[in-house]
């Protein structure tokens, strides 16, 4: 099975990335990794004789792999056109969620937590010296 896999998982990359890397991972399966696309794909063996699970995920910074955010189960004698179809269904969800760790709603530029950036530093003391002057104004010490 294992021949099975790493002959199936060179066709799919070839179909799927002009650029990649086709790797056997330590259980056994056979990982596709897409670095310009920042998407992996694995190949393993199924709970039938002729299955193979393929699972999705992405490439993290510093080349990690996340863990798997879609899986599915296909036949492995369907032929490389249908692999490579749910292999795209599964890129696809893939790129549709959300990146691990991360919220939907993206910070605001600039804002640093909550201690007082400098900026609002400057903008206090400007104020404090035009009420400094204004007060010696009407004191008459100016």
């Given at each position: 099975m294992?021949?099975?896999?790493?002959?199936a998982?060179?066709?799919?990359?070839?179909?799927?990335?002009?650029?990649?890397?086709?790797?056997?991972?330590?259980?056994?399966?056979?990982?596709?990794?897409?670095?310009?696309v920042?998407?992996?794909?694995s190949?393993?063996?199924g709970?039938?004789?002729?299955?193979?699970?393929?699972r999705?995920?992405r490439l993290?910074?510093?080349?990690?792999?996340?863990?798997?955010?879609?899986?599915?189960?296909?036949?492995?004698?369907?032929?490389?056109?249908?692999?490579?179809?749910?292999?795209?269904r599964?890129?696809?969800?893939?790129?549709?969620?959300?990146?691990?760790?991360?919220?939907?709603?993206?910070?605001?530029?600039?804002?640093?937590?909550?201690?007082?950036?400098?900026?609002?530093?400057l903008v206090a003391?400007?104020?404090?010296?035009?009420?400094?002057?204004?007060?010696?104004?009407?004191?008459?010490l100016?």
């Open positions: 294992s021949t099975e896999l790493r002959g998982a060179d066709e799919l990359a070839d179909v799927l990335w002009r650029e990649h890397t086709v790797y056997r991972d330590r259980a056994g399966g056979v990982v596709i990794r897409g670095e310009h920042r998407r992996w794909i190949l393993s063996a709970a039938g004789r002729d299955q193979v699970l393929l999705a995920g993290l910074d510093g080349g990690t792999t996340a863990p798997a955010r879609s899986e599915a189960v296909a036949s492995l004698s369907a032929g490389t056109t249908e692999l490579a179809a749910v292999c795209r599964l890129l696809a969800e893939t790129a549709e969620d959300p990146a691990p760790g991360r919220s939907s709603r993206p910070r605001a530029a600039g804002r640093g937590g909550r201690h007082t950036g400098l900026s609002s530093w003391a400007a104020l404090a010296a035009v009420v400094g002057l204004y007060a010696a104004a009407r004191a008459g100016l």
